[in-house]
């Protein structure tokens, strides 16, 4: 129940297209939902995160699109960059017992000048 | 504030050797946590620790892995002995006590045992 499932694995999108990634989660119970940006040979580093008591976050051009009654919520980077080519990992947890995340497994995007 | 300092940034260690790896937390951080890297697993979560306590370390592997805070500035991970297996990039994090904030990453230590 404390699984957050994310896909694809790996994305390749041209420069200026717009970047999805999508993650699934099980315990109903969560209430906190970041996003964190990893570039090679770096740690992880918050990218965005959201609520459960908004459906849609937006930071410039990085959008979190959230479904609660599907479980579900999504990455979407607008007129993708290169320098936008990273691994991108959606996490979850439950802020008022305890300041543990739940990672998912990571896609690995790149975008094509 | 310098962020979260890990050391060493690469290790190099044979099969059966000991490894400690260190971390220094962002200063007033309550939380302090260490992951493990690796294609095949992702971002493993090994233990954490709130005010110098260990809360999970239902992460860590087995008896060779422990994980010590004797103070809000330092935590160590030990690996003895060390396996193959154990190769991997190691992070460290903190964070405030403060609900819905940020988890800083440190640089991670690039551990490998031959």
């Known amino acids: 129940q404390q699984q957050v499932k994310q896909s694809p694995q790996s994305l390749i999108v041209q420069k200026g297209g717009i970047s999805i990634i999508n993650c699934a989660y099980e315990?109903?119970?969560?209430?906190?939902f970041p996003w964190y940006q990893q570039f090679p040979g770096k740690g992880p580093a918050l990218l965005i995160a959201?609520?459960?008591?908004?459906s849609e976050k937006k930071e410039g051009r990085f959008t979190i699109s959230f479904n609660k009654s599907a479980k579900q919520f999504s990455l979407h980077i607008m007129d993708s960059q290169p320098g936008d080519s990273a691994t991108y990992f959606c996490?979850?947890?439950?802020?008022?017992?305890?300041?543990?995340?739940?990672f998912g497994e990571g896609t690995q995007l790149t975008v094509n000048p | 504030d310098a962020g979260v300092i890990q050391s060493p940034r690469h290790e190099v260690t044979e099969m059966g050797q000991e490894v400690t790896l260190r971390c220094k937390p962002i200063?007033?951080?309550?939380?302090l946590f260490w992951y493990r890297q690796t294609m095949m697993r992702g971002l493993e979560l090994l233990i954490y620790?709130?005010?110098?306590?260990?809360?999970?370390d239902s992460g860590m592997p087995e008896d060779r892995f422990s994980a010590k805070m004797p103070n809000a500035s330092f935590s160590t991970l030990k690996i003895q002995p060390s396996e193959p297996r154990d190769s991997a990039v190691y992070f460290c994090?903190?964070?405030?006590?403060?609900?819905?904030?940020?988890?800083?990453f440190g640089p991670g230590t690039r551990l490998t045992v031959l």
């Open positions: 994090a903190s964070r405030t006590g403060l609900s819905y904030n940020e988890q800083f």
């Open positions: 315990n109903t119970a969560f209430d906190y």
């Open positions: 959201i609520r459960p008591d908004v």
């Open positions: 996490a979850a947890s439950k802020e008022t017992s305890g300041s543990r995340l739940t």
């Open positions: 200063s007033g951080h309550d939380y």
């Open positions: 620790f709130n005010n110098n306590v260990p809360i999970d």
